[in-house]
């Protein structure tokens, strides 16, 4: 059974860090893109950062770049987002997801992805 699970979330004050993680299972973690996503209230689900789990290469959304950094442990088959100098605009439940026909140019896009996790609420308060 193909498992993604998100942990890490909560309440953090505006300028403070968070770090999620996202544990992977049931397939082979070497070969897909994981990416991370998000989706505010009353707003369309968006890419945020998505990583080769394979190679390493990354890419982040314009919003985040700077103040996310995306890394992966593949011995532990996990991909882990962490969140710097948070703002409330960045306050949406995170989802990871896997992709294993993209690329980085493509890794972001909802369409791609294969499995989706069930989602982490991160609350920035201003």
């Known amino acids: 059974e193909v498992q993604l699970v998100e942990s890490g979330g909560g309440l953090v004050q505006a300028g403070g860090s968070l770090r999620l993680s996202c544990v992977a299972s049931?397939?082979?973690?070497?070969?897909?893109?994981i990416g991370w996503f998000r989706q505010a209230p009353g707003k369309e689900r968006e890419g945020v950062s998505c990583?080769?789990?394979?190679?390493?290469?990354?890419s982040y959304a314009d919003s985040v770049k700077g103040r996310f950094t995306i890394s992966r442990d593949n011995a532990k088959n996990t991909v882990y987002l962490q969140m710097n100098s948070l703002k409330p605009e960045d306050t949406a439940v995170y989802y990871c997801?896997?992709?294993?026909?993209?690329?980085?140019?493509?890794?972001?896009?909802?369409?791609?992805?294969?499995?989706w996790g069930k989602g982490t609420l991160v609350t920035v308060s201003s």
């Open positions: 049931g397939f082979t973690f070497n070969n897909y893109y």
């Open positions: 997801a896997a992709a294993v026909r993209t690329d980085y140019s493509d890794c972001l896009l909802i369409r791609n992805q294969d499995y």
């Open positions: 990583m080769n789990v394979r190679f390493g290469g990354t």
